[in-house]
């Protein structure tokens, strides 16, 4: 028994092992309206405001749907500033999980990053990682530090079926670890690495990188955020795994690991965030900057209620049922698309489905911004919001150059438990519709271009009339439809 369910017709097809009880009404306004919307909003799907928005793909952040025991939970919070029997009940179940007795409340995932850089990364120090995510490399910038990433080829290779492509180069952290002896505060790992994809690393690589750090006496640091989806691979992909239960899978990555922190807004279906370690030294380093930044011991800039949903939704995730849905719907679409002809990254990984904006739109080069046009034109295309993660999302050199992102991706992240199967196919027809209509797509350039973190409130506009072209080409084939 696989917990699949098999079709009579033949059809292969995820399939809610939840129903819905609360709705949000959508709408869906005329391409007309999108294309005013868009360029109202800088061509940056950021911006855009959400009346007129019909399928929101830009984040799973925040945006998961909570579940009824969840919602139940909020209600018997014991709100107070300190001393919270909510914030007990959180750290007995992360202790159950996670094993690690210190934990750390943040208000979200960055503000761990924070704390972390702060309390550990000083002038000069290298911090070695799989892939950054943009917060995380900003964090440690900010601290005097730098980067190091060591992925494998099969990382960036968008055509690659490696099923791991988020695993850490372990004969290159062991040369960096040597090389750079005394000037590594910590090894960072992050689970269904964000911006290649939310690709994988398997429970074998982790457990190599773990020895490694170890010989080194060097902390090694999961970034935990996505590590549902992670879980969901080790359990499905990888052989060794077949047999373990999710919470047996999460307790083997933890004890390989001297610190886990994650984003509560992605892990657990809640919102805030948490540091967690077994280290009592790591623990007093980072704990007097949680007042400091964050607010008292016992809340951390989370809300109480949050608290308490965050309890229920990290044992929630110990299900399978539960973390099953994202990765699946994701492959579904991913295949739909790819069935199509469509360039997206397969096999899919979790957080979202990826276009490969290079393929997509090849004729539009990345100093023109590939993923951020192929973005804008989605949206006109379907009233979809994705977030463009490639060449606009990285920040320019200190010299002013662009610094070219490795992939071009458009992520369409799919919150868990949010959309069904009837928004997927529609999402699907129009991205379809967009890929036979590829050639009208032109690129981006900058109106205003904020110097931090630039895609957050940045403005572009259109390189010439191509977006009126998209809709008037949308107009003629769709008649008065939407
Ligand atoms: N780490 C990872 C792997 C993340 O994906 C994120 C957020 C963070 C840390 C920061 O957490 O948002 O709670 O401060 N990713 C969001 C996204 C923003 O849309 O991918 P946060």
């Known amino acids: 028994m696989n917990g699949q369910v098999k079709f009579f017709g033949g059809e292969v097809f995820p399939l809610e092992m939840h129903k819905v009880r609360i709705v949000q009404k959508l709408t869906l306004v005329p391409v007309e309206d999108r294309l005013a919307a868009l360029r109202e909003a800088g061509c940056n799907t950021f911006l855009l405001k959400n009346d007129k928005v019909f399928l929101d793909m830009l984040t799973d952040s925040g ?3 909570m579940s009824d025991r969840q919602l139940a939970a909020m209600m018997t919070a014991d709100d107070s500033y300190a001393g919270s029997m909510s914030f007990e009940r959180l750290k007995a179940v992360v202790e159950d999980i996670f094993g690690k007795p210190f934990l750390l409340p943040v208000h979200q995932g960055r503000a761990a990053e924070n704390i972390l850089a702060s309390a550990l990364v000083g002038r000069g120090n290298v911090v070695p990682m799989n ?19 060591l992925f494998l080829p099969e990382a960036l290779n968008l055509d690659s079926a490696d099923p791991f492509k988020g695993n850490m180069d372990t004969k290159g952290l062991e040369a960096l670890l040597k090389r750079e002896a005394g000037n590594v505060p ?21 457990s190599e990188t773990a020895e490694i750090c170890r010989r080194h006496k060097v902390p090694l640091v999961l970034d935990a955020s996505l590590l549902a989806d992670n879980l969901y691979f080790i359990k499905t992909r990888e052989v060794a795994q077949r047999d373990a239960s999710i919470r047996e899978i999460t307790r083997r990555i933890a004890d390989l690991c001297d610190i886990v922190y994650f984003s509560a807004r992605k892990l657990g279906c809640a919102r805030g965030g948490a540091i967690l370690t077994g280290d009592r030294a790591l623990f007093e380093r980072m704990q007097p900057l949680i007042p400091l930044f964050e607010g008292f011991l016992t809340y951390g ?15 929630e995730t110990m299900d399978f049922d539960m973390i099953r849905h994202g990765p699946e719907f994701i492959g579904f679409m991913a295949d739909a698309l790819h069935e199509r002809g469509i360039p997206v990254v397969r096999p899919a990984g ?23 046009a192929l973005a804008a034109a989605v949206f006109l295309a379907g009233g979809i919001r994705g977030m463009e993660r490639g060449t606009l999302s990285e920040e320019r050199r200190e010299d002013g150059s662009e610094r070219l992102a490795d992939v071009e991706l458009l992520r369409l992240a799919l919150p868990r438990r949010v959309f069904t199967m009837s928004q997927l196919k529609y999402a699907v027809d129009r991205i379809h519709w967009l890929f036979e209509n590829r050639e009208l797509v032109g690129g981006l350039k900058w109106v205003e271009e904020p110097k931090l973190l630039r895609f957050f409130s940045g403005r572009l506009e259109p390189l010439g009339d191509w977006q009126e072209r998209l809709c008037a080409k949308f107009r003629a084939d769709f008649g008065d439809s939407l």
């Open 131 to 149: 892939y950054h995510f943009t917060t995380t490399r900003a964090h440690i910038e900010r601290n005097g530090g730098r980067v190091e990433e």
């Open 186 to 206: 910590f090894v960072r790992v992050e689970a269904g690495t964000n911006l290649i994809g939310g690709q994988p690393w398997s429970l074998e690589n982790l």
């Open 301 to 315: 800039g989370m809300s109480v209620r949050e608290i308490e949903a965050l309890a229920v939704g990290l044992e």
């Open 350 to 372: 979790g957080l979202g489905c990826h276009l490969n904006a290079r393929e997509f739109l090849p004729h539009v080069p990345q100093e023109r911004y590939t993923a951020g």
């Open 63 to 65: 945006v998961n749907a």
